[in-house]
């Protein structure tokens, strides 16, 4: 019976498809514009077969030399444009914002799964322009110098944590990343690796991440069959999507109701959600647009906690590769702040660019988000002669940007020099190199609100652990080094594969330095 439904409804799909794409080309290109060129697909399914569904920006490589900078493909009906060059990707997402600011339609996700309303995956429209007020407001350069205190503290907690657990990077990395989001935006302070918000938040994660590839079930391609019972699609599909749907209350409404009652209490301390809802509070009480507020905020533990972990162990990872380079850090931070008897502060960030230097590096060597996020325009557009349909998926190929040899030559090699202007008597970064801070955080009115915020963390927690520490590479019973396997492995966004790494004390005076910050944070 089960296989005489699948059969059915693949006839039922491939009709509906049919109805939908037969005509789609006429009536939406007057000009009868080329497309932008690509690999010529199969009748009805398009290119639905060509699209890898693991690293695809390997293939999008190979058609890149084929095809060139921008790439079109036609999946069961829907326009895919992939750009693989910052210019292209530059004059359409920044320069065209007002076209190119959706996303897909993602309807397993956004409305089987209730995800919809973060803003991470919210449509470009009104309660997007609010919620992005609303994170940019503490989030933009001035609003995030206001956690600079709170970033140096959980940055001297991770080394005091690693002094006494040096095996355990992994566990305390997550720890503090998790604890400074969730102090930011609910006030909540994190006591122990067991806090139920961070395990209620991961899970969120993980559902999202162990969903499957967005936008590519059959729900998503034709509305009317999320009318038919979720069991059809298997148990499996009813679980997955239950388990989103868990995560997106643990993410979203639940610990915005958690952070109200503590407001309305008074037993809270400031953050996001508290200003927020003092903003939004009308006389009579009620709390105006209350979804946008744990819309926006939701996501800024799903768009900064694994993003900003995965940029910490690519600190790791690439010190543990680059003795030199660790070496020559250090030398820099020495000169400047141990003959001061103290720590880095993030007022030392401008005396000191090669810490900076190594940061852009980290991110573009190992995209955390190969492909960025997607994009997805609202109108027909016209580009160099090609016409780009409304509704068009666009694919940022940030793997190819960042690799990009005009602009990165030798791009392989991690190399933090790339950056560094020699030619004064103060070392600083040169401003005439592409700065792949400008790639990796995505484009446009889209681009990372929390950037601000995830290059002052990276860069103090980076410039304290090189401070008080040489990491190094664990040594077998030989006594050879145990070099990591720098394979990245790849879902929304790319992980390095577990790895061990060594934390050596630098000196005894590093480690009274980290005991005495410590307790003047308690105080
Ligand atoms: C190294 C760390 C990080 C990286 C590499 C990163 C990267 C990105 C990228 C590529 C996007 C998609 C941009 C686009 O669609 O064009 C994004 C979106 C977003 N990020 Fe980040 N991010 C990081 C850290 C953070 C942090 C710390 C926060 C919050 C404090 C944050 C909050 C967000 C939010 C809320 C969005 C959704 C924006 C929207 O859809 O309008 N991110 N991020």
């Known amino acids: ?11 039922a799909t491939l ?4 109805l939908t794409t037969k005509n789609r080309r006429k009536p939406t290109n007057p000009k009868d514009l080329p497309y932008p060129p690509g690999p010529k697909g199969l009748p009805l399914l398009g290119n639905a077969l060509d699209m890898p569904a693991k690293e695809p920006w390997t293939k999008f490589a190979e058609w890149k030399k084929q095809y060139g900078d921008i790439i079109g493909l036609s999946v069961l009906g829907k326009s895919i444009i992939i750009v693989t060059s910052y210019e292209i990707v530059s004059e359409l997402l920044d320069d065209r914002g007002a076209i190119y600011s959706d996303r897909p ?3 397993t996700f956004n409305e089987h799964g209730d995800w919809g309303n973060f803003l991470a995956m919210i449509h470009y429209g009104e309660s997007f322009h609010r919620q992005r007020k609303m994170l940019n407001d503490f989030l933009n350069p001035s609003g995030a110098r206001n956690y600079h205190e709170l970033l140096t503290q959980h940055s001297h907690e991770l080394a005091n944590h690693l002094l006494q657990h040096p095996d355990k990077f992994a566990k305390y990395n997550r720890f503090h990343i998790s604890s400074v989001i969730l102090n930011i935006v609910y006030g ?3 006591k122990d690796e067991n806090d139920e918000w961070i395990n209620g938040a991961d899970s969120a994660v993980t559902s999202a991440a162990e969903f499957g590839q967005m936008g590519a079930h059959p729900i998503d391609l034709f509305a009317i069959l999320g009318k038919l019972p979720y069991r059809i699609w298997g148990k499996n599909f009813v679980e997955k999507l239950g388990a989103l749907k868990r995560g997106a209350y643990d993410i979203g409404p639940k610990p915005y109701i958690w952070t ?11 953050s996001i959600v508290s200003a927020l809802i003092e903003q939004y509070s009308l006389p009579d009480g009620t709390i105006q647009y209350e979804s946008d507020i744990y819309g926006s905020t939701g996501t800024v533990y799903l768009g900064g906690s694994d993003t900003s972990v995965t940029a910490l162990d690519g600190l790791v990872l690439s010190m543990m590769v680059h003795p030199e380079i660790q070496k020559k850090a250090q030398q820099y931070i020495d000169e400047i702040i141990s003959r001061e008897d103290r720590l880095p502060e993030l007022s030392d960030l401008n005396a000191l660019p090669y810490i900076s230097a190594m940061l852009k590096e980290i991110l573009r060597w190992k995209p955390i988000t190969p492909l960025g996020l997607p994009h997805a325009s609202i109108m027909d557009d ?5 016409f780009i349909p409304a509704r068009s998926m666009i694919i940022t190929d940030v793997m190819s940007m960042t690799s990009n040899e005009n602009d990165f030559p030798d791009p392989y090699t991690f190399n933090p020099e790339r950056y560094m202007d020699y030619s004064s008597e103060k070392p600083s970064l040169r401003s005439d190199v592409r700065d792949p801070f400008d790639i990796i955080f995505g484009f446009g009115r889209r681009a990372c609100p929390g950037r601000h915020v995830a290059v002052a963390q990276m860069w103090i927690m980076c410039a304290t652990l090189l401070s008080v520490f040489d990491i190094k590479c664990p040594l077998d019973d030989n006594g050879d080094e145990i070099r990591p396997d720098l394979e990245y492995v790849s879902s929304i966004t790319s992980h390095p594969k577990p790895f061990k790494s060594v934390f050596a004390p630098r000196s005894e005076r590093a480690v009274e330095l980290l005991k005495a910050s410590l307790l003047v944070n308690e105080q």
């Open 1 to 11: 019976m089960a296989v005489v439904i699948s059969i059915l409804l693949g006839c």
């Open 15 to 18: 009709f509906v498809l049919w």
């Open 105 to 107: 339609v993602n309807r």
């Open 188 to 190: 909540h302070k994190v």
């Open 260 to 270: 109200k009652d503590k407001v309305l209490s008074g037993t809270v301390g400031p």
């Open 382 to 386: 016209e580009y160099k002669g090609m």
